[in-house]
Structures are given as C-alpha cells and as structure tokens.
C-alpha cells in the first residue's frame, strides 16, 4: 500500500512545552502533515517537586503558545491516574525491593508509546511524533518490514537508550523528526521560527514530574527506617572466595553479610540508597569518598567501600530473567557480540549476549562498575539498538 502525502497525513505531536517538542511539531508542520499538540498531564502532587524545576502548569501553558503559534488543534489529556499506576507505584516496589527503576525508560513505554499513543489513534492518527533524539530506520526481512530504533545524529544527546522497551507495533507508529539534527540546530531551528521555548532550558528529574527530592517522594510510601552502614574491606579474597568463571557466578552480586565488615554510621533506610551511590551517605572520616556497594531492604543494612576502584563496585556480567528481557529486533534473538550501556550516558562497552537455560546474560570484555538491579541494559549493533532488559538482583 501506498504511503499517504503528507497533506492527508495526521500525526499527534506530544507537546510537552520545552523546545524539543516545540520544534517536532514545527517541522511536520513545514512537512505539511496534519499536525494536532496533545500535552499530557501526569502529576498533581507539587508537594516534592523542587520549585522552578520543570512546573507542569507553565509548560502546559508553553505548549499552548506554541500551538497558537504554529496554528494546529492543542488538547490536554490528564493521564495522572494511570502515570501513578503504571509508573510511581512501580518505583515504590521496585526501591522496597532493593532496586532502582529507571521511570524515564518506563514512561516511554508504558505511556508515551501506549496510553497516549492509544488516545491520538482514537483521534485519527495515523502517527505519533515526539521530540526524541533518535532516528528510525527500516529493513525488510523476508519480504516484511522491520522497523530500526537507530542513535540520534548528535552523540551528546541520543536517545535511544530511553526508548530501549518499545516494539515494532509502537515503532511503526513513532516518527522522531529531530533525530536527524543537533541539539543547536534545534535551538536555532526554535529562534529562526521564534518560538517562544528557544531558550527555554532542558528539564530535568522523572519523566513528567520533574526534579524532585528523590527521599522525600520515597518517603510518602517508604517511610524512614534506621540501620547500620557497613564498610566493606578491599580484600580481593573475599571477591574470589567460591567464586567460578561460570555465567552464573560472575553475573550475581557477592551476597554480603554483616559480620564481614565494620559499622560505620546509621542510615534512615536502605530502601532510599542505590549501588554505586555516593552521595547522601553523611558519613566522614574515611581516606577516600566511600560508594555504595550492597543494598540489603531484608536486613535493612547498606554496604559501602573507599574509593571508585573498590573491587565490590564492579561485575563482569549480568543476567535478565526470562519475562524481562525485550528484544526491538526479534529477528536478531540469539548469541550476538554487541556494544552494551547499563545506564544513560555511559559509553558502550563490547560484551556479548549469551543465551542460556531462558536466561539471558550480558557478559562485558570488561569489568563494570555499579550494575544496578532494577535498571535496564541496552544492546546496540553498530548504530542500531535491537535490545534491552531488567538487570536482576
């Protein structure tokens, strides 16, 4: 079947009031598309919200004069109920059970791709734009289609790695017109239109709500709990210790326990602490910054070591359990040698996916410090990223 002209063709723009957005729904517009601003609404609760960090009701009220400006329909939607569902209610859980979510990846998939891509198909469109730095690609296999979530252009801002959950269903319904482009020529792109978001500083914090005081929010469902800090030694033994070369051993965490180290200070919960954390520890006295290194909610005790190269940071692998692990590209499940991140921002690294007994593991050339369960790992082929999953434990 033929693609429909761009004049017969409607896309929804999530607008969400910054400049990224802003210049999405202005491209299409040039393109000639049906062009229909829809900002969503997905918090209520200023109360932990750091104030003039990213206020929802002033870039609502962006949004709309980007839209007057541009001339196409805007609409609000309030998806609060189900963002409080989906997503916070799922931090809670997660940081009770010792782990660390990641709500900007979640939020991709469980609201921008889904509840709000559910609503602009309701309102005729045939395509969902958002400001993303990322591109889509397509292949054919087999004489169908396959869609690529491929790197933005510019290195200092793809991403990709935030839209590591989506599936073919939700990529042939994505469009990323600012993927192409660098983050200045977006903003120049925003001043030559003078729209007014040009200037308009990045936001920061959880997907939709902002900065927040990340224990303060924890705080309205996890409420504060004393116990001890333990300092682990850099004792290479204790690492090695019934340890094997086996997918296994090297993809666990070393199980801690109290008597292998010395208290500290106290804490107010291991439930707020993530691995690899350094701040908020208020502890002195040490010869170097200590790190999170164990996060144990059972006993409510938190483990930490000296320095950035203390062995108890760093893992060789990891493993995704069956129901958690996403492949973008069905097409390429199996053994692969690929390039690997384990958060936003981190350089990829060459590892290998090895799949063994419904588990699959993720096994890095080189040691990695600070693989955090709950957060997910990215897997890319050259400039293609075709999968992802929940690092557990």
Known sequence: MAAKPNDQTKVVVGL???VDSSVTAYLLKEQGYQVIGLFMKNWHDDSVTISDECPWLEDSNDALIV???LGIPFQTVDLSDTYRKRIVDYMFFEYKSGRTPNPDVLCNREIKFDVFLTIALSLGADYVATGHYCQKGVVNKD???VYQLLKGADPSKDQSYFLCQLNQDQLAKAMFPIGHLQKSEVREIAKNADLITAEKRDSQGLCFIGKVRLPDFLQQQLKPKEGQIIEISPDHSVYQSNRSEALEDLSSPFKYQPEMGKVLAKHNGAHYFTVGQRKGLAVGGTALPL???GVDTDRNVLY?????DHPGLYRSALKIQKDEVHWIRPDLVGDLRVQA????RQPLQQASIII???TTYVK???PQSAITPGQFVAWYIENELVGSGVISE
């Open 143 to 145: 004489g169908k289609e």
């Open 356 to 358: 063994k007994d419904d």
């Open 364 to 366: 890095f050339d080189q």
């Open 67 to 69: 839209a007057d400006k």
């Open 341 to 344: 991140r384990i958060r936003y």
């Open 304 to 308: 930490v070591g000296q320095g950035s």
């Open 291 to 293: 790190f999170v290194i």
């Open 16 to 18: 969400s009031g910054g």
